[in-house]
C-alpha cells in the first residue's frame, strides 16, 4: 500500500481481556518497528523484525507482550491479560532498512489507542 | 535521565511568527539524527535527517542545525502557519551492532494561534 496501515484505530479492553493490533506495512520494506506512546510523551522502543526474524525485543515490558511477523510483512502486536498501564497509543513503523551504514526513512502509521478500563 | 531532552516542552505563538525548538542528546555514537512533526492522533511524518557531519538541513520553512560537538540540535520554524501546531520530536539513531532503534525525545507541542 501506499503507507503503513495499523488497525484498529481505536481499542477499548477491560482489565483482563487479551488483544491483538495489526500493522501492515509499506510493500518490500524489510524493517518493521513496533512503538508504545503513553499520553505527553515520545514513543519509546518496543520490538523490532527483519524480515521476519524478530531481532530485538529488549523493549517488551512485559512476557503480556507478544509480537509476530511470521511472513515478514504483516506484524501482529498482542497483548494479554491486559492492564490499565497498558493504555497508550501503539505505533508501527516501517523502513526499507540499513544498507552500506545508512539507516533509510522510516515511515510510521496513525497508531492504534489502546485503552484499558 | 533521558538520552534526548527537548525543550521547552510546550510553546504558543502567533500566526506569522518563527520559533525555535531545542534539543539535547547523549547519545553517542549516531549516525543520523530526525526531526519528525507529529500531529493529534497520527504518526510521526519526517521533516529532517541529518547525518552526525551536516550541520544543517532544510526543508520548506523548517531548518534543522546539528552541532556533534556539543550534542545540541534545533528546528527553526520560519513564518509559522496554523497547520504549524503539533509535537515535533527530536530522534536520534544510534549506532549498535545489527540494531536499529531509534530513541525519542519527548516532544515540543507548539501550538500557534491565529
Known amino acids: 500500500g501506499a503507507g503503513v496501515s495499523q488497525s484498529p484505530r481505536y481499542k477499548v479492553a477491560k482489565r483482563g481481556q487479551d488483544v491483538a493490533l495489526r500493522c501492515d506495512p509499506i510493500?518490500?520494506?524489510?524493517?518493521l518497528f513496533w512503538y508504545q506512546q503513553a499520553l505527553g510523551q515520545g514513543p519509546e522502543f518496543l520490538t523490532y523484525?527483519?524480515?521476519?526474524?524478530?531481532?530485538?525485543k529488549s523493549g517488551l515490558p512485559s512476557d503480556r507482550f507478544f509480537a509476530e511477523r511470521p511472513e515478514g510483512s504483516v506484524s501482529t502486536l498482542k497483548i494479554q491479560r491486559t492492564q490499565q498501564e497498558d493504555s497508550a497509543v501503539y505505533l508501527c513503523a516501517s523502513s526499507l532498512g540499513v544498507r552500506g551504514g545508512t539507516n533509510y526513512g522510516y515511515t510510521f502509521g496513525s497508531g492504534t489507542r489502546l485503552t484499558v478500563v | 535521565k533521558n538520552q534526548v531532552e527537548q525543550s521547552p516542552q510546550s510553546l504558543i505563538i502567533l500566526e506569522g511568527k518563527n520559533c525555535t525548538l531545542q534539543?539535547?542528546?547523549?547519545?553517542?555514537?549516531?549516525?543520523?539524527l530526525r526531526w519528525y512533526k507529529q500531529d493529534t492522533g497520527r504518526g510521526p511524518v519526517s521533516l529532517t535527517i541529518m547525518t552526525f557531519s551536516e550541520n544543517t538541513k532544510s526543508n520548506g520553512r523548517y531548518t534543522a542545525t546539528l552541532d556533534a560537538d556539543t550534542k545540541q540540535s534545533s528546528l527553526h520554524i520560519t513564518a509559522s502557519q496554523l497547520s504549524d501546531s503539533a509535537s515535533y520530536i527530536c530522534?536520534?539513531?544510534?549506532?549498535?551492532?545489527?540494531?536499529?532503534?531509534?530513541?525519542f525525545g519527548q516532544g515540543t507541542r507548539l501550538t500557534i494561534n491565529p
Open positions: 534539543c539535547n542528546y547523549t547519545v553517542s555514537p549516531f549516525s543520523n
Open positions: 510493500s518490500g520494506h524489510v524493517s
Open positions: 530522534v536520534v539513531s544510534p549506532i549498535i551492532q545489527g540494531a536499529q532503534k531509534l530513541v
Open positions: 523484525f527483519q524480515n521476519e526474524a524478530q531481532l530485538d
